[in-house]
């Protein structure tokens, strides 16, 4: 299994980008796949999921305003769209995949998610203000 993110890079505050995550030998109906982020000197977090078979998708509360995940199971690529950028959502965004846990809520995906198996390498977003 390896996922590949990209699309990251500098954008003024209020922008947007589309961040991918390529990845190979992940089928959607059997991995759930998830966003995280981790800033500066913090902790990573969880931004992101979305369940197998690409049925729902999860957002973290304080982001779900202005953050969407999607999946193209046809190109094998999930997304995260990130809009009105702030300066706080400066971080190295990854993505992971994982065949045992489940994604049904944020609070699921707060919990668990860290402890997915498989990581990408990371793509870093700079917000300025």
């Known amino acids: 299994v390896q996922l590949q993110a990209s699309g990251g890079g500098l954008v003024q505050a209020g922008g947007s980008l589309r961040l991918s995550c390529a990845t190979s030998g992940v089928t959607f109906d059997d991995y759930v796949v998830g966003w995280f982020r981790q800033a500066p000197g913090k902790d990573r977090e969880a931004v992101a999921c979305?369940?197998?078979?690409?049925?729902?998708?999860y957002v973290v509360d304080s982001l779900y305003d202005r953050f969407a995940m999607s999946s193209d199971s046809a190109s094998n690529t999930v997304y995260l769209q990130v809009s009105s950028l702030k300066p706080d959502d400066t971080a190295v965004y990854y993505c992971?995949?994982?065949?045992?846990?489940?994604?049904?809520?944020?609070?699921?995906?707060?919990?668990?998610?860290?402890?997915?198996?498989?990581w990408g390498q990371g793509t870093q977003v700079t917000v300025s203000s």
């Open positions: 979305i369940s197998r078979r690409g049925s729902m998708t």
């Open positions: 992971a995949a994982d065949s045992m846990y489940r994604c049904t809520s944020p609070s699921e995906l707060v919990t668990w998610g860290l402890l997915y198996d498989y």
